[in-house]
């Protein structure tokens, strides 16, 4: 479906992609994630078509990008951008029009989205009229709407209420149970973390970490302990086989040291304190990512990451 090929962009003196290869197969949901500033959305423009790689190559459906190719590929850009005067429905088949399809068709399937989106009494409302969340939706639907084999997301959850993420999230398991191949782009690594199969982790526009994401969850699972604690925390943050505790209160989540046994770490525990739960448990992605970039001896530049 796409592949990349040691593809290298540079502005002035920054190298926002590095070296990235990167193979996406037919169907199922594909993570491009990374903090902000990691050079997602400068790969996803190079995919497009929108800017060209100093180096590399860059093949979709393969063959080279093309306007033959566009046609079949969906695509919300981290900017949105509506015409804001134009009423919703026009909008949407103007833009469908220009994806390839006739107005009826556009029309047909304009509106059966804007039911799906609980948005059909605005048909006839000016786009400016709806609030940022409503614009969204559209902006959503117009990616979607010429029905495309690839359906590009560069940071969709941007902006949207708990109720509107949740939405586009069945939307996107939707697609894919449809056989599309969905890529989903950002730095929000616990929105995507159940949605995706497979993800590349990016840092400084270089591969950090690619494959299977349940492969790579377990790979890191026995490094974490999930446990609920009545007592002193110092008693885990002073062992010397525990590398990190993050206290949510009585529930404690703790890593541990590579090699590690995590019996000893529950012993310690129970020796100063009283232990109601207690499971070898699963490392968050965004604790992934963050150990990945230490081994390498990198920095995490996103100061969302850093504090989260």
């Not at 206290?247 to 232990?275: C, H, N, W």
């Amino acid at each position: 479906m796409l592949e990349l090929e040691n593809v290298i962009k540079t502005y002035d003196e920054l190298r926002a992609v590095d070296d990235l290869s990167v193979s996406i197969e037919p169907g199922g949901i594909y993570g491009l994630l990374g903090p902000n500033g990691a050079g997602k959305s400068t790969t996803i423009r190079m995919i497009m078509g929108i800017i060209h790689p100093d180096e590399g190559r860059i093949r979709i459906f393969d063959e080279p990008f093309s306007e033959k190719t566009k046609e079949r590929i969906g695509y919300l850009p981290e900017e949105r951008g509506l015409y804001r005067r134009m009423k919703v429905l026009e909008h949407l088949v103007f833009l469908g029009e220009i994806k390839g399809i006739s107005s009826d068709v556009a029309a047909k399937r304009a509106a059966e989205w804007l039911e799906r989106v609980d948005l059909d009494e605005w048909a006839d409302k000016n786009v400016d009229a709806l609030s940022k969340g409503m614009q969204q939706k559209i902006q959503f639907v117009s990616t979607v709407l010429h029905d495309p084999e690839l359906v590009i997301l560069d940071e969709p959850f941007t902006g949207l209420d708990p109720i509107n993420t949740q939405f586009l999230k069945d939307i996107v398991i939707d697609m894919k149970d449809q056989g599309k191949t969905v890529i989903l782009s950002t730095h929000l690594m616990d929105q995507v973390e159940k949605l995706c199969e497979k993800i590349c982790l990016i840092n400084k526009g270089k591969k950090v970490l690619e494959g299977d994401l349940s492969r790579i969850k377990l790979d890191f699972s026995m490094n974490v302990i999930n446990l609920k604690f009545s007592g002193d925390i110092k008693v885990l943050e002073n062992h010397p086989e525990v590398e990190k505790v993050r206290s949510f209160g009585q529930d404690l989540s703790v890593t541990i040291k590579e090699g590690a046994d995590p019996a000893q770490i529950l012993r310690a525990a129970l020796d100063k304190g009283k232990v109601d739960r207690y499971e070898v448990g699963e490392m968050s992605l965004h604790d992934i990512f963050i150990t990945k970039v230490k081994e390498e001896g990198g920095e995490v530049e996103d100061e969302t990451l850093k504090n989260s």
